[in-house]
């Protein structure tokens, strides 16, 4: 009869150790879900939304030329102290792109707020520019750019 009570606590206690085990590794598996959901969520909202309004901008060109002598079209952009969240401009020039982004460093900086003159390599004067913040679809377009 004693040795019969010994296996009934053996037993209890096994199934309490499983018990605890299941509820500790639901708690690990939960923690794990929601820090990696929460990472995400706070990616797809910088992601789905623009980081400052297309409609709020201020950032203009103030000055397009083209300079055949350097083969350069010189554009000057005046980025407005309130747009601070700008992360690229890009320029369209008939069949040429050119990005410039926080991620270039150096010849492209988009940083600072005030008037910035970038010279875009061109061998032909274009027929027009179009320029473009972040993402925005509202594309500003220039035609007829006069030499320099």
Do not use: W
């Not at 350069?72 to 792109?97: A, C, M, P, R």
């Not at 940083?111 to 061998?123: D, V």
Request: net charge negative.
């Amino acid at each position: 009869m004693h040795n019969l009570n010994k296996t009934k606590n053996k037993k209890g206690i096994a199934d309490i150790v499983a018990t605890v085990l299941i509820i500790a590794l639901s708690v690990v598996a939960v923690s794990m879900i929601f820090s990696y959901l929460s990472v995400y969520a706070q990616n797809l909202d910088s992601t789905l939304s623009p980081s400052i309004s297309c409609l709020e901008m201020r950032t203009s060109i103030t000055e397009t030329c083209y300079n055949s002598e350097t083969k350069n079209l010189e554009v000057s952009v005046d980025k407005s102290v309130g747009d601070n969240k700008i992360s690229s401009f890009t320029f369209f020039t008939g069949e040429e792109t050119f990005s410039c982004g926080l991620a270039c460093e150096g010849k492209c900086n988009i940083h600072e707020s005030g008037k910035k003159t970038f010279f875009l390599a061109l061998e032909e004067k274009p027929l027009n520019l179009k320029f473009q913040i972040n993402e925005c679809q509202n594309i500003r377009e220039i035609d007829n750019i006069p030499e320099c």
